[in-house]
T-cell receptor, first 112, second 114 residues
Framework: GENVEQHPSTLSVQEGDSAVIKCTYS??????FPWYKQELGKGPQLIIDIRSNVGEKKDQRIAVTLNKTAKHFSLHITETQPEDSAVYFC???????????FGPGTRLSVLP | KAGVTQTPRYLIKTRGQQVTLSCSPISGHRSVSWYQQTPGQGLQFLFEYFSETQRNKGNFPGRFSGRQFSNSRSEMNVSTLELGDSALYLCASSIETRRTGELFFGEGSRLTVL
């Protein structure tokens, strides 16, 4: 089955700097890759996603890149702000009807 | 539009007891998935229900079970609780079409087993 690895497990950056979180997946059939943000005491919330037919997607300060050949995808957050501090999860899923497999998470701390 | 609602939010049980958790999905969502979240294991998939049928099941013992009702509401049950079952149990719903697959999570039910 699918296996998703995520690095780093913790990341501290200064406010205004960029943050990058990387994930790798094992199943070449996976074609949907979402990123979730989980704030303290809340459930995960989708922040951006990418499908296997595109290589990059941006939404304001957040971007995701996908390398299907290498089977890895990354989350990029620019101009980080204290409210970006949270745990971020990547995930992978294959075709319709298959379950999501999540990475172990990255705790991002943005220092003022 | 109301989000995913999970009840109860917090509960404490003792070893050997059983527990039932409830999840009300977003209106119109027919898929409900359950995840166990622990500090060491991250988000572990328990099972998914779609139109009252279990479509997928994770690698958990038979003590963990679930069901979905005709209104898409779902319950999960854990019998003979063990200390290791202490976790945040998250429910997620999805409209689940072939083009979209976004999961919408509830805030979870935090179970503590003493």
């Amino acid at each position: 089955g699918e296996n998703v690895e995520q690095h780093p497990s913790t990341l501290s950056v200064q406010e205004g700097d960029s943050a990058v979180i990387k994930c790798t997946y094992s199943d070449s059939a996976s074609n949907y890759f979402p990123w979730y943000k989980q704030e303290l005491g809340k459930g995960p919330q989708l922040i951006i996603d990418i499908r296997s037919n595109v290589g990059e997607k941006k939404d304001q300060r957040i971007a995701v890149t996908l390398n299907k050949t290498a089977k890895h995808f990354s989350l990029h957050i620019t101009e980080t702000q204290p409210e970006d501090s949270a745990v971020y999860f990547c995930a992978a899923r294959g075709n319709y009807g298959q379950n999501f497999v999540f990475g172990p998470g990255t705790r991002l701390s943005v220092l003022p | 539009k109301a989000g995913v609602t999970q009840t109860p939010r917090y509960l404490i049980k003792t070893r050997g007891q059983q527990v039932t958790l409830s999840c009300s999905p977003i209106s119109g969502h027919r898929s409900v998935s359950w995840y166990q979240q622990t500090p060491g294991q991250g988000l572990q998939f328990l099972f998914e229900y779609f139109s009252e049928t279990q479509r997928n099941k994770g690698n958990f013992p038979g003590r963990f079970s679930g069901r979905q009702f005709s209104n898409s509401r779902s319950e999960m049950n854990v019998s003979t609780l063990e200390l290791g079952d202490s976790a945040l149990y998250l429910c997620a719903s999805s409209i689940e079409t072939r083009r979209t697959g976004e999961l919408f999570f509830g805030e979870g039910s935090r179970l503590t087993v003493l």
